[in-house]
């Protein structure tokens, strides 16, 4: 017998609590609690400890940054602290202090390789995952000093071809410098590699400084060996960071001699440094004559084992396997490139939704970027990460990431059927169990349809997505529900397993249950916009709502509760035309803007092409999106730098600009911007695989106005009902055959 259980916990810690002159914490938990909805799961203990972490690293910051404002710190410091900054937060009641205004990077990194450095907006890279960082300066014997983390001014860009590499340039003063960071194979290894130029007028010094710390803030490092060649460092006896040529001059020092910064004019030379509180600070050092260039290129292994399939040619390897974009505009063409090398990177076994912050892995994240790879043709990369799901699920059935979440096992459902109808494959009979367990799982989760209530027939309330609010009863859980009992239907329609569960029936029962809900809120609502949850008020929550137009489908483009939802977010919640969510992320979302821009396209509303250049101008120079995006500084303020659902979400609306399925049709064409038609240049999609097989589409603008459409499928089973919806023209179902058509200015078809 466990005696510890016998114990009275909760008069232990109120009588401690009290006797310290600290509040009750057990009384302050259940007041918490009563803000939201009864919950089995209170707080995800998974997301409780990601924030434990979070903010133990926010407390250390608080401790080390603002007594040590003459360091030199990541750009997200030297701006967030600085009180002439817009970019300045006060810290007074602020007991951690983290990135809230400029939460941006960029992966860097080889296909299939774990390991994703990530590099900042003046390019700060931190090779190793939390881990300490490299920086470049220029320092003249005139006194100059040329800082890019405190600079106003740098060009950053990302090049694609044939790898992925970041570039960041600075210029002051007749100082220049450029780095270019990248990870190059060597002997099937991965290796994180900088190239630093320093072009100066006078006299100088490039100087390659190692940092404790990173866009997140401190990062310890104990101690650091200049190697006896003075070639590399040794960083806490574990990692080695070498240089292309020896250092001339080198200096160390710890965190009660200040900032490594403030010693490079010291005498003394230092070729070993340790500190006891982790902030070694180091600076190799190299000469550049006046007037002159000096280059350095710094290499640190990454982690893992060699692979003989790692070599110069992997990414142009993976690229061509992919759907190609070709359009006039290059924004939206790099930022489509982009996206899709975003999924190839973090994509080695397992889905992540990004290199830092969020490498890890959910259920729901998972769903949207496999759903993006399936429509780019990297089918091959989600297959890998489907077999891995059945080894996340419990035995009574429920896929799962982190406990609360009753979304999960509908998205699994969902994600494994557009599998087979994208691919034209099946999942073959290691399936068959997993399946049937996830849709039992959601028939017995259900809440009892005889209660009085408007949860009636629902999921019981749970955390689910984190920025629709405290735990309630969400309808976005619901949906997936549904739709995951008719995934699991369609998927064992033809095996034995199928037999003796109607997940069809059931899946009607659970959306009778749904409706019966949202004509209670209509009611009480006065209006049929769709809420968060039968027990909420229309507010940013309800962006969850329109899971069920997209990219569920599971209602008509026009139905008018998700109309009406959309109309209220596009009314109260969005800033400069992107979707603000004021819960959690208090930022502009690009994410969930595309997910407005889906349904006002399945609508044939204009507007959603004001959301997409609104979503094209939020991203960074390289082509990225971070979770929430700071409506003033435009800079990052939640969860990710580099986020990868944005990226899946970017290609999923490009291609539904030249192809989307709507049941047994497949409408082509209803997306593409008016202004790209005034380049007479093709314009082109594919193969784009679909459920009828895979299509490329080519959009050619000819003379007198006239534009001809052509497309090319490779039918599994028979042609389909096609529909050409170009803006500006009528739309028109194709006669059986026809493989081009052209149409004039007037709208009609020749």
């Known amino acids: 017998m466990n005696l510890m259980r016998w114990l009275p916990w909760q008069f232990i810690i109120r009588r401690a609590a009290r006797s310290q002159g600290f509040l009750d914490p057990i009384e302050l938990m259940a007041r918490m609690r009563q803000l939201a909805q009864p919950s089995e799961v209170g707080e995800p203990i998974e997301l409780l400890r990601a924030g434990l972490v979070f903010h133990a690293r926010g407390l250390i910051n608080t401790k080390v940054i603002q007594h040590n404002l003459d360091w030199v710190w990541p750009y997200w410091i030297e701006r967030q602290f600085d009180p002439k900054d817009e970019s300045f937060i006060p810290r007074s009641f602020s007991i951690s202090h983290i990135n809230l205004t400029h939460r941006n990077w960029t992966a860097i990194g080889q296909p299939d390789w774990e390991e994703l450095p990530i590099v900042d907006p ?47 340039r600075s210029n002051q003063g007749g100082l220049s410098l450029q780095s270019r960071a990248e990870v190059r194979v060597e002997d099937g290894r991965a290796i994180c590699t900088m190239t630093a130029t320093a072009d100066s007028d006078s006299a100088g010094w490039l100087v390659l400084a190692l940092r404790p710390c990173n866009p997140e803030g401190v990062s310890f490092v104990h101690k650091v060996n200049l190697a006896q060649d003075r070639k590399s460092w040794l960083v806490d006896d574990a990692q080695r960071v070498q240089f292309s040529e020896p250092a001339e001059r080198h200096h160390v020092s710890d965190y009660h001699r200040g900032d490594v910064f403030i010693h490079l004019n010291d005498q003394q030379e230092n070729s070993e440094g340790r500190c006891k509180v982790g902030m070694v600070t180091t600076a190799a050092m190299f000469p550049i004559g006046a007037g002159g260039q000096r280059r350095i290129t710094v290499s640190v292994p990454l982690p893992g084992n060699r692979s003989d399939t790692l070599s110069d040619e992997t990414w142009r390897t993976e690229r061509a396997q992919t759907c190609r974009l070709e359009c006039p505009e ?39 970027l496999i ?115 008719r995934a699991a239907h369609l998927l064992l329609r033809d095996s034995a397993a199928g037999k003796g569960d109607d997940f069809a029936a059931q899946a009607d029962d659970f959306a009778s249950a749904i409706d019966r809900s949202l004509e209670s809120c209509a009611r009480r609502l006065r209006r049929p916009g769709m809420p968060a949850s039968p027990y909420r008020r229309l507010d940013a929550g309800a962006i969850g709502s329109l899971a069920v137009g997209y ?12 109309l009406d939802t959309v109309n209220f977010l596009l009314s109260s919640c969005f800033i400069d035309g992107a979707f603000f969510q004021d819960m959690i992320h208090s930022g502009l979302n690009a994410y969930l803007t595309l997910h407005v821009a889906q349904i006002l396209l399945r609508a044939d509303d204009p507007r959603y092409l004001d959301l997409m250049d609104a979503v094209a101008a939020m991203a960074s120079t390289t082509g990225q999106w971070p979770e929430a995006v700071h409506p003033r500084t435009m800079g990052g303020c939640m969860g990710d730098g580099h986020h990868v659902w944005a990226s899946a979400e970017w290609v999923l609306m490009v291609r539904h600009l030249f192809v989307r399925e709507e049941g047994e049709r497949l409408v082509l064409c209803a997306g593409i911007p008016s202004r790209w038609l005034r380049h007479e240049r093709p314009i082109s999609f594919g193969p784009a695989p679909t459920t009828f097989g895979p299509v490329s589409v080519v959009v050619t603008p000819c003379a007198a106005g006239q534009v001809k459409v052509e497309w090319h499928g490779n039918w599994r089973s028979g042609e389909p009902i096609i529909e050409l919806r170009l803006p500006g023209h009528a739309p028109r179902t194709i006669d059986p055959g026809t493989t081009s058509l052209t149409l004039s200015s007037e709208a009609t078809d020749t």
């Open 551 to 562: 990219p569920l489908q599971d209602c008509r483009p026009d139905d008018p509760r998700l």
């Open 371 to 485: 759903h993006a790879m399936l429509c780019v043709g990297l089918e091959h990369r989600a297959a890998r990460a489907l077999d891995r799901f059945p080894d996340r699920q419990t035995p009574l059935g429920y896929f799962r990431s982190q406990e609360g979440e009753w979304d999960a096992n509908g998205e699994v459902l969902w994600i494994l059927l557009r599998y087979e109808q994208l691919t034209g494959k099946r999942l073959g009979a290691k399936w068959e169990g997993p399946i049937k367990r996830a849709a039992r799982w959601i028939t017995r989760k259900r809440v009892s349809a005889d209660i009085d209530a408007p949860h009636a027939g629902l999921l019981p309330a749970g955390f689910s997505a984190e920025h629709l609010g405290p735990n309630d009863y969400y309808f976005w859980d619901d949906f997936w529900g549904v739709t995951g009992l």
């Open 330 to 368: 290059p924004r939206y063409q790099f930022l489509y490139d982009a996206a899709v090398t975003s999924l190839v990177l973090h994509s080695p076994g397992d889905v992540y939704p990004g290199p830092y912050t969020y490498k890890r892995f959910w259920f729901r994240d998972a769903a949207f």
């Open 122 to 168: 003046r390019g700060l890279l931190t090779p190793l995952l939390d881990g300490w960082s490299l920086d470049t300066w220029i320092v003249t014997e005139d006194g100059r000093r040329l800082l890019p983390s405190r600079a106003r001014s740098v060009e950053q860009y990302q090049e694609l071809d044939p790898g992925v590499a970041v570039i960041t």
